[in-house]
């Protein structure tokens, strides 16, 4: 069973769940039998780009990719605003107020660094146990509450011709969406998402990944192995710790490790090059938080 990350550069049109049952087709097209899949971050289908997607034992890491802080690309088209936000919705605002590429600039250090937003009512979010935007395509009325985010960098690509494209470096739960919405409102006019690509997401970037059409080549004979990044691609921002044999035996065995000078926090162990664990050291103490059960290294 292969065991690491396909990073899809996610094209239009197509939801994470349906990205994630083309790689189950395509693996199994191409023989490797039942592969257990996940994809570490839902990425709508009117946005484009890096949807990790992770295979076998990687799965195990997709709760971590879920947190992990994403890159945005996206236009925000002046003039309208819709009740998705985006150019997929109905028109509820108007105004005829373009505001100068000067004007976009000058506000932005507003939406920088901890915010709050509300964040769209078509959203995942679930409000007494049905999702929002199940209850706003029924015609309810949707009241969510703000919530705290942080937008680690915010910077104007271009503008004019009423729109403005930016880049975002966002927290987990940043809505791009609302975060245009609110930039529109701030310089007194209206807005909505035209465009939006996701660039980033964890450590993973657009340059590491491939298009569908690359994927469906997995299915009619090309290697994987060409395309699959190792599980500890995904474990690049925290630290490893070799163990030697006796230590990695035991990190098996779901054992404690003691007398480790090394800083606390989260890291992953190796035996070798192999993941082994993910390990939480806390003075000098090693616990398991999550055992890799890999070929090479299950006993």
């Known amino acids: 069973?292969?065991?690491?990350?396909?990073?899809?550069?996610?094209?239009?049109?197509?939801?994470?769940?349906?990205?994630?049952?083309?790689?189950?087709?395509?693996?199994?097209?191409?023989?490797?039998?039942?592969?257990?899949?996940?994809?570490?971050?839902?990425?709508?289908?009117?946005?484009?780009?890096?949807?990790?997607?992770?295979?076998?034992?990687?799965?195990?890491?997709?709760?971590?990719?879920?947190?992990?802080?994403?890159t945005y690309e996206f236009t925000i088209a002046f003039g309208s605003q819709t009740d998705t936000l985006d150019a997929e919705g109905r028109v509820i605002a108007e105004s005829d107020l373009r505001p100068s590429r000067a004007e976009v600039e000058a506000v932005l250090p507003r939406f920088s660094g901890a915010i709050e937003q509300v964040p769209p009512v078509f959203s995942?979010?679930?409000?007494?146990?049905?999702?929002?935007?199940?209850?706003?395509?029924?015609?309810?009325?949707?009241?969510?509450v703000a919530r705290a985010v942080t937008i680690h960098a915010l910077a104007l690509q271009s503008g004019g011709e009423g729109e403005a494209t930016l880049r975002a470096d966002v927290s987990k739960g940043t809505y791009i969406r609302s975060l245009a919405r609110d930039i529109a409102?701030?310089?007194?006019?209206?807005?909505?998402?035209?465009?939006?690509?996701r660039t980033r997401a964890g450590p993973f970037g657009i340059e590491t990944a491939i298009s569908l059409d690359k994927l469906?080549?997995?299915?009619?004979?090309?290697?994987?192995?060409?395309?699959?990044?190792?599980?500890?691609?995904?474990?690049?921002?925290i630290p490893a710790l070799t163990l030697d044999p006796e230590q990695a035996r035991a990190v098996r065995q779901g054992r404690v490790l003691t007398g480790l000078a090394l800083d606390d926090g989260l890291?992953?162990?190796?035996?070798?090059?192999?993941?082994?664990?993910l390990l939480q050291l806390s003075g000098g103490t090693a616990t398991v938080v999550r055992g890799f059960n890999l070929p090479d290294v299950a006993e």
């Open 124 to 144: 995942a979010l679930k409000v007494d146990g049905e999702r929002a935007y199940d209850r706003a395509r029924a015609g309810e009325a949707v009241n969510l």
């Open 216 to 237: 469906n080549e997995i299915g009619k004979g090309a290697p994987l192995e060409q395309v699959l990044l190792p599980l500890e691609a995904g474990l690049d921002d």
């Open 185 to 197: 409102l701030a310089l007194g006019t209206v807005g909505h998402v035209s465009y939006l690509r």
């Open 267 to 277: 890291h992953w162990g190796r035996a070798g090059t192999t993941p082994v664990a």
């Open 1 to 70: 069973m292969p065991h690491g990350w396909l990073i899809l550069d996610k094209p239009l049109g197509l939801g994470s769940t349906q990205a994630v049952a083309a790689v189950k087709r395509n693996l199994r097209e191409a023989g490797h039998g039942r592969v257990k899949v996940g994809h570490g971050g839902t990425l709508d289908p009117l946005a484009s780009g890096v949807l990790p997607i992770a295979l076998g034992e990687a799965t195990k890491l997709a709760g971590r990719m879920l947190d992990a802080s994403k």
